[in-house]
């Protein structure tokens, strides 16, 4: 795929590493990707970053057809870039295509464009530790229609943006809300898409449960309020009597690519694993009988975040004392060693670009 490059002529002043926060900042460049029916997937070009112009009418704005990813370029510590499993996002997004009435991309041609531009914005990944590079490759619907159907054209982009460490003192522990109003995503919904009508569903209750000093929400089933779902936007684990179990994928929930590797690690240490429901009870009684050992979510931005207390109906339960579980800070050391180059890679997870 040939991908013309017009080079910004006024490139940015690079933020502070020290203080970056996650997706304040954004790169000098951007890709673009047209599609229309006659023509498929064209024009993709590199410009430089700025606003869109769009017409009112443009449909994502209204119906929310739209899917996006999330990963990272890590800047490792032979100074080497590294993708992580990004052909898994390229699959991903596919399937949230899929789900969306979005015509499926080219694999191959997603990861290029998204390795040419990262290529091209190499100076923007940041050094810091636990610092990278975040990717963000989205698409809209762009037809300017009031009607409900599929949009016949989509605007496919990507755009980068160096963030600071998820934990700039060191991994600590979060507390949860176990939210029993609002719901997430139910069967046959959208919850295994990746897109941003999931979000806006959530906006609430993360709003309530920040508003009263919990760090995130712990999603339950839609249908009987009663299986954990999700935590946050990150995939939920409990470590039970030595066992680690993990929801399924049912269709609500999002299978991410943190999640996949946590139970491909386990499994490699043959770690009792199980995907199986698991409902808010059975954690809340086995806190109680001092079987449930650990907790921790599972995303591209945390890596592994370790869950120190629980809170549902009143009730609170601390998980490990309220410390990091020694199996969270393993997979964290591992996962994290594996993308900054810090271990070896026995899987052929990383790619050097
Ligand atoms: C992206 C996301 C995750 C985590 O997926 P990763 O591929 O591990 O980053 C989990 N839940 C939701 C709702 C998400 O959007």
Not at 198 to 219: C, E, M, P, S
Request: hydrophobic share 40%; proline share 7%.
């Amino acid at each position: 795929m040939h991908i013309p490059v017009t080079y910004t002529k006024h490139p940015k002043e690079h933020p502070d590493e020290s203080h970056l926060g996650f997706g304040q900042h954004f790169t000098d460049h951007m890709f673009l990707l047209n599609y229309s029916p006659a023509q498929g997937w064209h024009n993709p070009r590199i410009v430089p970053y700025g606003p869109l112009e769009l017409d009112p009418a443009t449909m994502t704005l209204h119906y929310a057809q739209e899917i996006f990813e999330g990963l990272k370029a890590y800047r490792g510590v032979d100074g080497k870039i590294r993708l992580f499993r990004a052909i898994e996002n390229v699959r991903r997004l596919n399937r949230s295509n899929e789900r969306l009435c979005v015509p499926r991309m080219n694999e191959d041609d997603v990861l290029e464009a998204l390795v040419k531009l990262v290529n091209l914005e190499t100076d923007w990944i940041p050094s810091n530790p636990d610092t990278t590079l975040y990717i963000r490759p989205f698409l809209i619907a762009t037809d300017p229609f009031l009607g409900v159907r599929p949009s016949d054209t989509y605007l496919f982009i990507i755009i980068l943006s160096p963030v600071g460490a998820y934990y700039p003192n060191g991994m600590s522990p979060t507390s949860m809300l176990v939210e029993d109003e609002d719901v997430r995503a139910v069967r046959g919904g959208l919850g295994f898409a990746k897109t941003g009508a999931n979000y806006a569903a959530t906006i609430r209750a993360q709003d309530k449960a920040k508003h009263k000093g919990f760090t995130q929400v712990l999603w339950l089933d839609a249908l009987e309020q009663k299986y954990v779902e999700e935590i946050g936007t990150s995939n939920a684990f409990f470590k039970i009597s030595g066992t680690v179990v993990t929801p399924p994928l049912n269709g609500s929930i999002l299978p991410g690519i943190t999640r996949m590797s946590v139970l491909e690690l386990l499994r490699y240490w043959h770690a009792p694993v199980e995907e199986r429901p698991v409902t808010i009870t059975e954690i809340i009684d086995t806190a109680r009988q001092r079987r449930l050992e650990e907790s921790f979510a599972s995303g591209t931005a945390a890596v592994i975040s370790p869950i120190g207390s629980l809170t549902y109906k009143d009730e609170t339960i601390q998980i490990n004392q309220g410390e990091i579980g020694a199996l969270a800070q393993k997979l964290y050391d591992t996962l994290t060693g594996i993308q900054y180059g810090k271990l070896p890679d026995p899987f052929g997870w990383t790619t050097i670009i």
